[in-house]
Structures are given as C-alpha cells and as structure tokens.
T-cell receptor, first 112, second 112 residues
Framework: DAGITQSPRYKITETGRQVTLMCHQT?????MFWYRQDLGHGLRLIYY???????DKGEVPDGYVVSRSKTENFPLTLESATRSQTSVYFC???????????FGPGTRLLVL | DAKTTQPPSMDCAEGRAANLPCNHS???????VYWYRQIHSQGPQYIIHGLKNNETNEMASLIITEDRKSSTLILPHATLRDTAVYYCIVRVGPGTASKLTFGTGTRLQVTL
C-alpha cells in the first residue's frame, strides 16, 4: 500500500523554468493539500483541494498553479520558478475536511 | 486560530518515558489537539489527536487537562528512532479547509 507518493524526490532547476511536482495517493481521500517547509517558517499551506476539479488557495499561493482532474492526483506547478521557491514541498491527504492529514515523503526543490 | 507553545528542545534517555508538554490556552471548544512528528528529512507523521478525553494508541498517549488549556504527549518507552521534532497543533474550526498550522515544535533527542 503506497499511500502517498511524491515525485520527483529531488529537483534542481533554473530561474524562469516551469516545474511540476507530482502527488499521487492510493487511498481515495477527497482532500489533498500542498505545503512548503522553509527554515524559520514551518509548514505553510500553498493550495488545497476538496475533490476533483475543486481547488482553493492557501496562505502562500502566489507563483503556483494546481489542478485536480482525478481524485488520486494533485500536481503543483511552478510556472516560472524563482529562487524564493527553493524549499521542501509536502503533499498531504485527508479523508474529509476535519479528518487527519497524512503526509507524503516530500520533494526537495532547488532553484538556481 | 488557537496558538500553541512548546519548549524548543528536550532530552530523554532511551527506554524512559518522554513527556512533551504543549500550552494552548486560547483553544476553542470545537478545536482538537493534534500531534505530529517529523523525523529528519521525512514528511510529518501523524501521532495522535484528541478533543477533551485522554487518548492512547500504539504510538503514544495524549493527556489533555480538564480546562483544555494544555496537553502532554507521552511516548511510554522512547527509542532512538523517536528522535524528531514534535508538533502540537490545534485544528482550525469549521468552515475552513482545516489546514494544519505547524509551529516550531519541540526537538526531542533520545540518547543512550
């Protein structure tokens, strides 16, 4: 049972390039979340999705785009990467709005 | 959102109980207390949660004071693998996406 997988696990890119981080879950949880983790800021919510085709902004959505055409996938796209988007990105899922969130292993992104 | 206060670091000898405190004096009546931990370079891992009654699972016990203004996470027999940063989180109330707000947590070091 894979649960939540994220790919790639590590990514190096250059400023201005488009990057897509993938999140896949096998639990059929309705809610999915994207967080970023930076030293001094803890985890901050970027975007979340309540179901397929339903997404909404979190605390720090600028510079990111999400989509959710299928329940199991929730890709996060950096349309034009900036150095400030260097971070560790975590995807999480939850069965319902108030249910426990479970996290993936993370993607470490370095923008040069 | 109710804020939480945790000591920045704690030490515990292997095999002993680790008691991690958390203050959440502004918690609302419908807000739960959640505990997660993050082992270095991994995604946050759910441990336990509770509303007002004490809770126990295979990982830990959660003791919530009667006034709900503080709680203690207990790892009954700490091992070296329990070395991690532990986060006490109070869930955002109804009407939101129930994002998790991670503070700075307590860094638990388990030693031989």
């Amino acid at each position: 049972d894979a649960g939540i997988t994220q790919s790639p696990r590590y990514k190096i890119t250059e400023t201005g390039r488009q990057v897509t981080l993938m999140c896949h879950q096998t639990w059929s949880h309705s809610y999915m979340f994207w967080y970023r983790q930076d030293l001094g800021h803890g985890l901050r919510l970027i975007y979340y999705s309540a179901a397929a085709d339903i997404t909404d902004k979190g605390e720090v959505p600028d510079g990111y785009v999400v989509s959710r055409s299928k329940t199991e996938n929730f890709p996060l796209t950096l349309e034009s990467a900036t150095r400030s988007q260097t971070s560790v990105y975590f995807c999480a899922t939850a069965a319902g709005r108030r249910e426990t969130q479970y996290f993936g292993p993370g993607t470490r992104l370095l923008v040069l | 959102d109710a804020k939480t206060t945790q000591p920045p670091s704690m030490d515990c000898a292997e095999g002993r109980a680790a008691n991690l405190p958390c203050n959440h004096s502004t918690i609302s009546g419908n807000e739960y207390v959640y505990w997660y931990r993050q082992i270095h370079s991994q995604g946050p891992q759910y441990i336990i949660h509770g509303l007002k009654n004490n809770e126990t699972n295979e990982m830990a016990s959660l003791i919530i004071t009667e006034d709900r203004k503080s709680s203690t996470l207990i790892l009954p027999h700490a091992t070296l693998r329990d070395t991690a940063v532990y986060y006490c989180i109070v869930r955002v109330g109804p009407g939101t996406a129930s994002k998790l707000t991670f503070g700075t947590g307590t860094r638990l070091q388990v030693t031989l």
